[in-house]
């Protein structure tokens, strides 16, 4: 719980009562490998802080096909696209590709949270726009670097991931068949 905390505390300022009240609701959860945090087109019914593990954010492509859109390893805030509306469904899925643990919060009691906290609204709203933020200068590159050039950078953006995910999962990512990332990687040796 304490990174949590302090993860918070990098945003903004909270009193030891809100820190208290906010660890007094938040529970563990634990995800196995190919557990999903949360599914397409299902209401989640968590928020969460992941403190240990590896997840990707895929959706299926017209062709059926798995995409991976990106990444998200530990001390990472998890809100169902930044949107805690029930009616609001996700558009992609968030699949545990390690065991993974979180400190999570049911949506109702995040929301009581975030009603009773004024300054934790102000603290998240930081969070949401650095992930955002993160998410865009990681993916931009993608579109006009070659295939050495994605892997190079995927390898600079997460560099303690690769060794823990399966290359499928990496292909998929950098845009290419799961056979050219292993010439590239053979290429680079």
């Given at each position: 719980?304490?990174?949590?905390?302090?993860?918070?505390?990098?945003?903004?300022?909270?009193?030891?009562?809100?820190?208290?009240?906010?660890?007094?609701?938040?529970?563990?959860?634990?995800?196995?490998?190919?557990?999903?945090?949360?599914?397409?087109?299902?209401?989640?019914?968590?928020?969460?802080?992941?403190?240990?593990?590896?997840?990707?954010?895929?959706?299926?492509?017209?062709?059926?096909e798995?995409?991976?859109?990106?990444?998200?390893?530990?001390?990472?805030?998890?809100?169902?696209?930044?949107?805690?509306?029930?009616?609001?469904?996700?558009?992609?899925?968030?699949?545990?590709?390690?065991?993974c643990?979180?400190?999570?919060?049911?949506?109702?009691?995040w929301?009581?949270?975030?009603?009773?906290?004024?300054?934790?609204?102000?603290?998240?709203?930081?969070?949401?726009i650095?992930?955002k933020?993160?998410?865009?200068?990681?993916?931009?590159?993608?579109?006009?670097?070659?295939?050495?050039?994605?892997?190079?950078?995927?390898?600079?953006?997460?560099?303690?991931?690769?060794?823990?995910?399966?290359?499928?999962?990496?292909?998929?990512?950098?845009?290419?068949?799961?056979?050219?990332?292993?010439?590239?990687?053979?290429?680079?040796?």
């Amino acid at each position: 719980m304490k990174a949590f905390i302090d993860f918070l505390l990098q945003f903004g300022n909270l009193n030891q009562q809100q820190m208290d009240l906010i660890m007094s609701k938040s529970i563990n959860i634990e995800l196995k490998k190919g557990d999903f945090f949360w599914q397409a087109g299902k209401s989640s019914k968590y928020v969460g802080f992941i403190t240990d593990g590896i997840l990707r954010v895929f959706y299926d492509n017209d062709k059926g096909e798995e995409v991976t859109n990106y990444f998200v390893d530990e001390n990472h805030w998890l809100s169902d696209w930044d949107n805690l509306d029930k009616s609001v469904t996700p558009i992609a899925n968030l699949q545990a590709i390690t065991h993974c643990y979180f400190i999570g919060f049911l949506k109702k009691d995040w929301n009581e949270l975030l009603q009773s906290i004024f300054e934790l609204n102000d603290i998240i709203q930081k969070v949401i726009i650095k992930h955002k933020s993160k998410k865009l200068e990681r993916r931009s590159p993608l579109i006009s670097e070659d295939t050495t050039e994605r892997y190079l950078s995927f390898l600079e953006q997460y560099p303690n991931i690769v060794n823990r995910i399966p290359l499928s999962f990496v292909a998929s990512y950098l845009g290419m068949k799961q056979q050219s990332l292993s010439r590239v990687r053979k290429n680079i040796r």
